[in-house]
C-alpha cells in the first residue's frame, strides 16, 4: 500500500494593510478622479453627438438646398448692368463697328446706283437718236427717191421736147438764114438789118445749147440722186450698195451710238447686279445690328439697368408684375423687394448659384424698391419660396 503524499506549500508573506491617506491640508479643495473622469467623458460625448447633428444638419440642409433648385423654378439670379461692363461694352463696339461697315456699302450702294441711272440716260438717249436716226434715214431717202421720180419725168420730158426744139429752131435758123440773104441781097433790107438778124439766129443756136446743158445737168442731178438713193439704201440695210462719204459717215455714227448704247447696257447690268450684291451686304449689316440692338446688353450703353438671369428652365413661371423676394438666409427670412417690369429679348449666359454651371437664358428688368436686394445671390418670383 503506497504512503500518501505530502505537499509543502510556500509560505507567501502578507502585506501589511495600506496606511490611510493623510488629511489635505487646510483651504486645500480635494477633486474626485472618478466623477472627473465621469465628467470628461460625458462632456466628449456632448461634443461628439453636437458635432455629428451640426454634420448632419448641414448635411441635410445640404441636401435640402440641392433638392429645392431642382424642383424650385422661381429663382433669378439678380444682375446689374452699367455702362463699364465688359459686355456692354463689347456689343456697343460691335454695333458702332457694323453701322459704320453698313454706311461704307451704302454710300457705295448709293455711287453706284447714280452711275447705273447715268449708264440708263445714255442708254436712253442713244436709243432715241437710232430711233431718230432710222426715221430720218427713211425720210431722207423718200424725200430723195420722190425727187429721183421727178427729176427724171422732167428729164424724159426735156429729151422727148428737146430734138423736137432743136429741129424747129434748126429749121426756123436755116430759113430766116436764107431769107436774110435774099433780102440782103435784094436790098430789102440793110446791113443793120442783116447783122441784128444773123444775131437772133445766133441766140437761137444759143437756145439749143442752152437747152443741151439743162438736160446734161437734169441728167447729172438724176444720176446723183440715184446714187444718194443707193447709197441710203445700203445704210438701212435694203442693198449691199457702195455708201457715200457723207452716208458712211452717218452710218459710223449710227454704229458708235449703238456701241454706246451696248457699253451703257452692259454697264448697267453690271452695276444692277453689284447693287444687288451690296444690297445684301447692307441687309446683312441691318440684321447683325437688329441682333446687337435686341441684345439685353446694351440697354445698359447709356445708364445702368437692374435686372434678373433667368434660366430657360425657370422662364415660364415669369411674367411682367410678378413679385420678388428676396431671403436673408437662403430660403429663410424673405421679404418683397420688387417687382418684373419687362422681359427682354436675347440670349444671354448666366451661372446656377449653387454649382457656379455656365446656363443659357434669358434677363428680366427689375423694378426694385429694396436697392440692397441686388446684392442678393439669388431672387424668388411670385412668394417666398418656402413661405416664411
Known amino acids: 500500500m503506497r504512503a500518501p503524499s505530502i505537499i509543502i506549500e510556500p509560505v507567501v508573506p502578507v502585506a501589511p494593510p495600506p496606511a490611510a491617506p493623510a488629511p489635505p491640508p487646510p483651504g486645500f479643495l480635494r477633486i474626485d478622479s472618478m466623477k472627473l473622469n465621469k465628467l470628461i467623458v460625458s462632456s466628449y460625448k456632448t461634443m461628439g453627438f453636437a458635432i455629428l447633428g451640426f454634420i448632419l444638419a448641414g448635411l441635410a440642409s445640404f441636401i435640402l438646398i440641392n433638392l429645392f433648385y431642382l424642383v ?28 459704320s461697315g453698313r454706311e461704307a456699302v451704302a454710300i457705295q450702294r448709293l455711287d453706284l446706283r447714280a452711275r447705273r441711272q447715268d449708264a440708263l440716260r445714255v442708254s436712253d438717249s442713244e436709243g432715241r437718236f437710232q430711233e431718230e436716226f432710222a426715221a430720218t434715214l427713211t425720210a431722207d431717202h423718200d424725200a430723195r427717191l420722190a425727187q429721183l421720180g421727178e427729176f427724171k419725168r422732167l428729164l424724159g420730158d426735156l429729151s422727148a ?12 435758123r436755116d430759113l430766116s438764114r436764107e431769107q436774110l440773104k435774099e433780102e440782103y441781097a435784094a436790098h430789102l433790107i440793110d446791113k443793120d438789118q442783116h447783122v441784128r438778124g444773123g444775131f437772133e439766129l445766133g441766140q437761137i443756136a444759143g437756145a439749143n445749147v442752152s437747152l443741151h446743158e439743162r438736160n446734161v445737168e437734169i441728167d447729172a442731178r438724176v444720176a446723183d440722186l440715184s446714187r444718194q438713193v443707193e447709197s441710203l439704201d445700203a445704210a438701212r440695210g435694203k442693198t449691199q450698195a457702195a455708201m457715200s462719204y457723207e452716208v458712211l459717215h452717218m452710218h459710223h455714227e449710227y454704229e458708235q451710238s449703238v456701241l454706246v448704247q451696248k457699253k451703257a447696257d452692259g454697264d448697267a447690268t453690271s452695276l444692277d447686279e453689284s447693287i444687288r450684291v451690296l444690297d445684301q451686304e ?4 441691318d440684321r447683325e445690328i437688329e441682333r446687337i440692338e435686341r441684345a439685353p446688353y446694351l440697354m445698359a450703353a447709356d445708364r445702368s439697368v437692374t435686372t434678373a438671369f433667368v434660366p430657360y428652365d425657370n422662364v415660364g413661371s415669369v411674367n411682367v408684375g410678378d413679385a420678388v423676394y428676396g431671403c436673408l438666409v437662403s430660403v429663410l427670412i424673405c421679404h418683397k423687394a420688387g417687382t418684373v417690369a419687362e422681359v427682354l429679348d436675347g440670349e444671354v449666359l448666366g451661372y446656377h448659384p449653387l454649382h457656379n454651371r455656365e446656363l443659357r437664358g434669358v434677363l428680366v428688368r ?18 417666398a419660396p418656402l413661405g416664411v
Open 161 to 172: 421736147t428737146r430734138s423736137q426744139v432743136v429741129r424747129s429752131n434748126d429749121d426756123f
Open 72 to 99: 424650385n423654378r422661381g429663382w433669378v439670379t439678380p444682375l446689374t448692368l452699367s455702362s463699364s461692363d465688359p459686355r456692354v461694352l463689347q456689343l456697343s463696339g460691335q454695333r458702332a463697328s457694323f453701322r
Open 282 to 285: 447692307v441687309e446683312a449689316y
Open 366 to 383: 427689375l423694378d426694385l424698391q429694396d436697392a440692397s436686394a441686388i446684392r442678393l445671390p439669388v431672387l424668388h418670383l411670385k412668394h
